[in-house]
C-alpha cells in the first residue's frame, strides 16, 4: 500500500454528476476498492460502525433491512435506497419482504453512502438516506486481469474460503467486456443440539445428539458489463448481474439459554434458505454538445425460498391445547415445518436529461417508471397428523377450522402489484464566487394493490381479501452552500423524502375478533433540517467533516402485532431525531494514517396511535452511539509496499422492539477489532488477517418466526467468531 502524504481525494457520483467528495454540500461516506479489500469489509453488516449514522435490522445473509440516522423500518416498505450504479436494488413488497439485493464486493470501485432523505434524485423509499455500491465500468483502451482468494480458520466453527475473479478485454477500439465473477464457501460455527429440552432453563432431560457448524453458507456471483461506443458521443452498456445463496441454517443462538453458539430442537428438522436472482439492464449514454442524456433501464427477478423448524412452538400452540381438550395425542415431538417461497419481479426506466461537468450551472430533469410484482406463499403442515389421527372436531372448536387431509395447519398466498413513476428537477446555481443555491422537486404517483388469500386449521375458516391504495405527492429539497476558504465548504439543507404506502393485510374475524383495521395505509414521509462542514487543514494531511441534523417524520407505518398471530400497518403518529456525525482522516508522518467516524443519533416515538407506550421510546435496532478508528502503518520492506492496519468499530446498546424491562430484547453494546498485516507488489498483494480479534460475541439483531400462526422461541443473530486466515490477489496487464 503507497504511503500518502496526502489525503486521498475520492471523486464520487451522489448528485447524479462526478465531484469530489468534499464539494458535495451532503453528508456522505465513500469506501473505494482498494480500501475495501484491506479493511476486511465483506457486506453490508460489516459497513455497520464503519459510516457513521448506518444500522441494520438483520434476519441473516440477504435479509438485512437498513436504516440511517433513526429512521429505521417499522413495518412496511425500505427506509434506504439501494442502487447498484443508477440500478436500484430496492424492493417494495409489504407482504412479502423489503430486504434490498446485496452485490459481492469484490471488483467494486466504491460505495457511496448518503445520509438523510434523497427523495428527490433517488425517489422512494430513500427518505433515510441511500446506499449505491459502484461497479468499475468496461475500459477498451487494455486488457487487464485478477484473480483473488482468501482462505480463514474460524474458532468454534469450520474453515471458510472464496475465490473472486475478473477479466477486462477489449475487442477492437470500441467494444470491451468486463466479466466478474466470484464463488464462497462460509463455513459454520453454530451448533444444533438434538434432544428433549424440557428442564429449567431449557437444560436437557436425556441423551443430547450434536449436529457441528449447522450454519454453513455457498454464494456464487457473476457481473458482466459489455460496452460500445458506437461514436465518440454515444456509448451502450448492456449488463447482467446474478447470484445465487444457500444458506443451510440462521447465523443465531437460542435466546434461552443465552449465548452459546447453539441451538436447540426436539428434532432435526433444520432452517434453510436460499435466495436467487437475475438483474439484466441496458445503460445508453449520449452527449448532445454541452447536455447529457442517461437512459437505464432493468428487469429484476428474485426468487426465494425458506424453511424453518416449527416443532416447538407446534407444541405449545397446537398440541398441548389439543391434549388439553381431549384429543388422544403420542407423546413427545411432531415434526412440523414452515415453508415460504417469494417471487419479485421488477421493471424499471430512468431518463436524465443533464448539464455536462464542464458548466458552471449545474442541472438534471428526468423521468421515473416502476412496475413490480410480488408473489409470496406460506405453508405450515405436520406431516401425516390427519393420517394419524384424522379430524379431530376438537381442533374446529379451537381453530375455527378441521384437520384437512394435505396436513396444512396455515398457508396463504399474498400477491402484490406496484406501479410508480414520477418527474424531477434538480438545478445548482452559482450565487457569488463563493456561494451556490441548489433547489430540486420530485413529483411522483403510485398505485398498489394486493390480494391475500389464505387457509389452515389454525387460520379459521378461509377467506379472500383484496386491497389498493393510491396516492401522489412532491417532493423538495434546497441547499446553500458556501466556500469560507480554500478546502472550506459549509452548507445548509432542507430535503423530505417518503415511502408509498399500501393496501393493508386482513385480520380475520372468526380468529381475532373486530379490529378497526384500514382497508389501506398511507406514505409516511421525512423532513431534514441539516447543518455541514466539510474541511482540509493542514496542507491535505487532516481532514473533518462534520453533520448535525433534525428529522422529523410523519405519518410513520407501523406495524400492530395481535395476540391471535395476525397484524397489520397504520400510519401511527410522529418520530423525530436529533443527532450529529463527525468523520475524520490524518495523514501522518513515518506513513501513519488514522480514520475514522463517529455518530450521535437522539430517536425517539412522539405520537403513537398503534400504542401509546411507545411514545418516548427509541425505534427498534438504532444504537444511540456508534462510531470507527482505524490505525495504519506502511512501510518498505525491500521493494515491497508493507502495511499493518487495525480497525476498531464500536455499535451502541440498542432494543428489537419498544418492550423494556424483563421483556426488553436489548441488543447489547459490542466492540470489534480486526487486524490485518499485509505486502503490496505492482502485480500481487498478500495479506495475513485476524477478524474478530478479540472473540467477541455481538447480538447483532433478534429472530422472530416469519410464520403468524406459531411463536417460535426466539434466537439472537451473532456475528462470527474469531477467524484467522490468508488473503491475496494476482493482477494481469
Known amino acids: 500500500m503507497a504511503q500518502h502524504e496526502t489525503i486521498t481525494e475520492v471523486v464520487v457520483t451522489a448528485q447524479r454528476r462526478t465531484q469530489n467528495l468534499q464539494d458535495v454540500p451532503l453528508s456522505i461516506s465513500a469506501i ?47 427506509v434506504v435506497g439501494v442502487y447498484l450504479d443508477d440500478v436500484p436494488l430496492s424492493q417494495s413488497g409489504a407482504h412479502g419482504g423489503t430486504s434490498a439485493i446485496e452485490p459481492n464486493f469484490f471488483d467494486l470501485n466504491r460505495i457511496e453512502v448518503l ?99 449447522v450454519n454453513a453458507m455457498e454464494e456464487s456471483t457473476v457481473r458482466t458489463l459489455l460496452r460500445f461506443d458506437a461514436t465518440d458521443f454515444l456509448s451502450i452498456t448492456a449488463g447482467f448481474f446474478g447470484q445465487q445463496m444457500r444458506e443451510s441454517a440462521l447465523s443465531a443462538y437460542d435466546s434461552v439459554p443465552g449465548n452459546a453458539l447453539v441451538h436447540l430442537a426436539p428434532l432435526d428438522v433444520g432452517d434453510r434458505y436460499e435466495d436467487n436472482f ?23 427477478r428474485r426468487t426465494g425460498w425458506l424453511s424453518e423448524d416449527q416443532t416447538d412452538p407446534t407444541r405449545d400452540v397446537v398440541l398441548n391445547p389439543l391434549r388439553e381438550a381431549g384429543v388422544p395425542l403420542a407423546d413427545g415431538p411432531f415434526s412440523a415445518p414452515y415453508h415460504q417461497t417469494a417471487d419479485k419481479r421488477q421493471w424499471t426506466q430512468e431518463i436524465r436529461v443533464m448539464s455536462g461537468d464542464s458548466s458552471s450551472l449545474h442541472w438534471v430533469v428526468g423521468g421515473y417508471y416502476q412496475d413490480q410484482d410480488d408473489l409470496r406463499n406460506d405453508y405450515y403442515f405436520i406431516p401425516g397428523f390427519y393420517q394419524q389421527y384424522g379430524n379431530p372436531p376438537e381442533a374446529l372448536d379451537l381453530f375455527g377450522a378441521p384437520v384437512t387431509p394435505d396436513n396444512d395447519f396455515y398457508s396463504s398466498d399474498q400477491y ?23 433547489v430540486g422537486l420530485r413529483k411522483f404517483w403510485y398505485r398498489t394493490s394486493f390480494k391475500y388469500d389464505a387457509r389452515g386449521t389454525t387460520n379459521g375458516p378461509p377467506f379472500v381479501a383484496t386491497g389498493q391504495a393510491k396516492e401522489n405527492g412532491l417532493q423538495p429539497r434546497a441547499v446553500l452552500s458556501f466556500h469560507a476558504a480554500p478546502e472550506k465548504l459549509i452548507y445548509a439543507s432542507y430535503a423530505k423524502g417518503f415511502r408509498p404506502g399500501a393496501g393493508n393485510s386482513v385480520v380475520p374475524v372468526s380468529v381475532c375478533g373486530e379490529h378497526n383495521v384500514p382497508s389501506q395505509y398511507e406514505s409516511d414521509s421525512v423532513r431534514s433540517y441539516e447543518l455541514g462542514a466539510k474541511t482540509r487543514w493542514l496542507e491535505g494531511r487532516m481532514q473533518l467533516n462534520l453533520a448535525a441534523y433534525h428529522l422529523i417524520w410523519d405519518q410513520l407505518q407501523q406495524g400492530v402485532s395481535l395476540d391471535c398471530g395476525y397484524g397489520y400497518t397504520v400510519n401511527a403518529g410522529r418520530a423525530e431525531s436529533n443527532g450529529a456525525e463527525l468523520e475524520y482522516q490524518f495523514a501522518l508522518p513515518h506513513g501513519i494514517q488514522i480514520d475514522g467516524g463517529l455518530s450521535y443519533i437522539d430517536a425517539s416515538i412522539k405520537e403513537s396511535v398503534a400504542d401509546p407506550d411507545y411514545v418516548g421510546k427509541s425505534p427498534q435496532n438504532v444504537a444511540p452511539w456508534s462510531g470507527s478508528l482505524n490505525l495504519e502503518y506502511g512501510f518498505p520492506v525491500a521493494e515491497l509496499d508493507a502495511y499493518v492496519r487495525l480497525g476498531n468499530t464500536y455499535v451502541g446498546r440498542s432494543y428489537a422492539d419498544f418492550a423494556r424491562g424483563e421483556q426488553a430484547r436489548v441488543q447489547g453494546d459490542y466492540f470489534l477489532s480486526n487486524l490485518r498485516l499485509g505486502v503490496n507488489h505492482t502485480e500481487w498483494s498478500v495479506s495475513l488477517f485476524v477478524d474478530n480479534l478479540f472473540d467477541k460475541r455481538a447480538a447483532v439483531a433478534w429472530y422472530s418466526t416469519n410464520n403468524a400462526r406459531a411463536a417460535a422461541y426466539e434466537r439472537v443473530l451473532t456475528n462470527r467468531p474469531r477467524s484467522i486466515g490468508v488473503s491475496f490477489e494476482y493482477k494481469m496487464r
Open 416 to 438: 402484490e402489484k406496484l406501479r410508480q413513476t414520477a418527474v424531477f428537477a434538480d438545478v445548482t446555481v452559482p450565487l457569488t464566487e463563493r456561494l451556490e443555491g441548489t
Open 278 to 300: 437475475t438483474l439484466p439492464s441496458l445503460t445508453i449514454q449520449a452527449e448532445i454538445g454541452d447536455i447529457q442524456v442517461i437512459s437505464t433501464t432493468a428487469y429484476l
Open 115 to 213: 445520509r438523510g432523505p434523497q427523495g428527490t434524485l433517488y425517489g422512494s423509499s430513500a427518505m433515510g438516506g441511500t446506499l449505491r455500491y459502484i461497479t468499475n465500468q468496461p475500459d477498451p483502451a487494455a486488457f487487464a486481469a485478477k484473480v483473488a482468494g482468501e482462505l480463514y480458520m474460524t474458532e468454534h466453527g469450520a474453515p471458510s474460503n472464496k475465490l473472486d475473479a475478473m477479466v477486462n478485454v477489449p475487442i477492437g477500439d470500441r467494444l470491451a467486456v468486463r466479466i466478474v465473477g466470484s464463488h464462497s464457501s462460509t463455513g459454520g460455527y453454530i451448533d444444533r443440539k438434538i434432544g428433549d429440552f424440557s428442564g429449567p432453563g431449557r437444560s436437557a432431560v436425556g441423551d443430547v445428539r450434536t449436529i457441528h457448524d
Open 32 to 78: 473505494g476498492g482498494e480500501q475495501l479489500a484491506n479493511s476486511s469489509i465483506r457486506d453490508s453488516q460489516d459497513l455497520l460502525g464503519n459510516i457513521p449514522g448506518l444500522s441494520a435490522n438483520s434476519a441473516g445473509e440477504g435479509r438485512r433491512d437498513m436504516s440511517m440516522r433513526g429512521i429505521a423500518t417499522q413495518g412496511g416498505l425500505p
